[in-house]
Each structure stands twice: as structure tokens, then as C-alpha cells.
């Protein structure tokens, strides 16, 4: 029993944690443009779906920092996403997006790391 309720409690913390990453400007903002480039388009075809998604977020007021990672998928294949970002002003904006195919050392650069 006690398994039992330690399981339920990790899984209900990595899914609400993974909910909140979703609900977040960083990842709705970088998810829209990996679905909009024409290169991950043409390499994953369409529709792109969303996978797991991981990785840290600090927000301090108006300042905030993200650097995330998630799976996405379409009908040729599989990559994974890394985002920075940064919040200044109460104003999010990407710094860095890199999308990496998986079984191959191709990537698409949106937003080239500074």
C-alpha cells in the first residue's frame, strides 16, 4: 500500500510539473515557432504532435529564466526541442531554439544561441 501511494505521488508531481511547463509563455512561444518552420515541417511532416516535456524555470517578478526540453513527433519521424528563454520587463523572449532529429546529427537552429 505504501508503494502504492509514493507511485501516485511522483507520478501526480512529474504530471502537474509537466502541466505547468505547458501553461508556460516560454513553451507555448517556442512550440509555435517549431511548428511553423518550414524546415522541421518538411523534415518531420505534418501535424507535429507535442511530447514530454522537462527542465527548469526561475522566475523572480518581472526577471525569469527558462531552459527547457521536449519530445516532438511527426508522421517521418521524431526530435527533441531545447528552449532558452529569458524574461525581462515582464516580457519573455527566446534565445535560444534548437530542434535535433533523433537517429540523425541533422538539426534545425530557429533561434540561434547567443
Same mark, same amino acid.
Given at each position: 500500500?505504501?508503494?502504492?501511494?509514493?507511485?501516485?505521488?511522483?507520478?501526480?508531481?512529474?504530471? $502537474?510539473?509537466?502541466? !505547468?511547463?505547458?501553461?508556460? *509563455?516560454?513553451? +507555448?512561444?517556442?512550440?509555435?515557432?517549431? =511548428?511553423?518552420?518550414?524546415?522541421?515541417?518538411?523534415?518531420?511532416?505534418?501535424?507535429?504532435?507535442?511530447?514530454?516535456?522537462?527542465?527548469?524555470?526561475?522566475?523572480?517578478?518581472?526577471? $525569469?529564466?527558462?531552459? !527547457?526540453?521536449?519530445?516532438? *513527433?511527426?508522421? +517521418?519521424?521524431?526530435?527533441?526541442?531545447? =528552449?532558452?528563454?529569458?524574461?525581462?520587463?515582464?516580457?519573455?523572449?527566446?534565445?535560444?531554439?534548437?530542434?535535433?532529429?533523433?537517429?540523425?546529427?541533422?538539426?534545425?537552429?530557429?533561434?540561434?544561441?547567443?
Amino acid at each position: 500500500m505504501f508503494v502504492a501511494v509514493i507511485f501516485l505521488f511522483v507520478f501526480t508531481m512529474i504530471f $502537474g510539473i509537466g502541466s !505547468l511547463f505547458k501553461d508556460s *509563455e516560454p513553451y +507555448k512561444m517556442s512550440f509555435n515557432q517549431v =511548428v511553423h518552420s518550414q524546415q522541421v515541417r518538411s523534415y518531420l511532416g505534418i501535424p507535429i504532435e507535442r511530447g514530454f516535456i522537462s527542465g527548469n524555470m526561475q522566475i523572480s517578478g518581472p526577471e $525569469g529564466v527558462a531552459n !527547457l526540453s521536449y519530445s516532438i *513527433e511527426g508522421p +517521418k519521424g521524431e526530435a527533441s526541442v531545447a =528552449v532558452r528563454a529569458f524574461k525581462e520587463l515582464n516580457k519573455w523572449s527566446i534565445e535560444c531554439l534548437v530542434v535535433n532529429y533523433e537517429g540523425d546529427k541533422e538539426q534545425t537552429t530557429i533561434v540561434p544561441c547567443q
